[in-house]
Every structure is written in C-alpha cells, then in structure tokens.
C-alpha cells in the first residue's frame, strides 16, 4: 500500500490532478505487490498499464490510498490489479496491468 497527498502543484489545465500521478502511484503499487512475492533471483518490468479515472481528484480529495494485488504470477508474465482511494475511501482510479518476469541471475553475467 502506497500513499500520496497530492496538493495543487500536480493540477492538469482543467483543475484537477494530473492523471499521470495517479497511474504512477498505481504503477508502483501493483509492481511492488508483484515484488513481495517474487523469489530474490527474480524481478520485473511493466509492460503495460490500463488505468480507468473514476473521479476528478484535488487537493481537497485528502491522501490518496493505493493498493496492490498479484492477479497471477507466471514464469515468464505476472498480471496485476490496483485501486486508488481518496481520505473518505471513495474509489478514484483502478488499473489492470502486464509485467515481464526478468531472471536477475542471468542479467547480472550479461
């Protein structure tokens, strides 16, 4: 679980905070869910995010709650799944999301 209390300096044009916060707090809550359960010689990287905005966010919307789960964790490809609430537990983003599983072993000898 990750937090984020997001004032007006991350507003967008319209008023309203930048949607590219809120996919980065969902980025990093589903990659570090996916990590807790990975083997040491093991890590990752994204390879896709789909993130629905289900609320405007501002400043007034309090600290932001993201949450990850590990939908399933392949070999060779995890799927994962986030949430976003705003201080009074409204639903603001979720995100389904693709990793590539990296042997880290092998990285480290290339």
């Not at 309203?16 to 990975?38: K, N, P, Q, R, Y």
């Not at 964790?73 to 986030?82: D, K, M």
């Not at 949430?83 to 979720?94: K, N, R």
């Amino acid at each position: 679980m990750f937090t984020c209390a997001p004032d007006e300096s991350a507003y967008n044009a319209i008023g309203a905070v930048c949607g590219g916060l809120i996919c980065t707090l969902l980025d990093t809550a589903v990659g570090a869910a996916l990590h807790s359960a990975m083997p040491k010689s093991k890590g990752f990287t994204s390879v896709e995010i789909k993130v629905n905005f289900l609320k405007a966010v501002r400043h007034s919307s309090g600290v932001l709650t993201a949450t990850g789960t590990v939908v399933k964790s392949g070999s060779r490809v995890a799927f994962t799944e986030g949430t976003v609430t705003d201080a009074s537990g409204a639903l603001v983003a979720t995100a389904s999301s693709t990793l590539l599983v990296i042997d880290l072993a092998h990285q480290a000898r290339t």
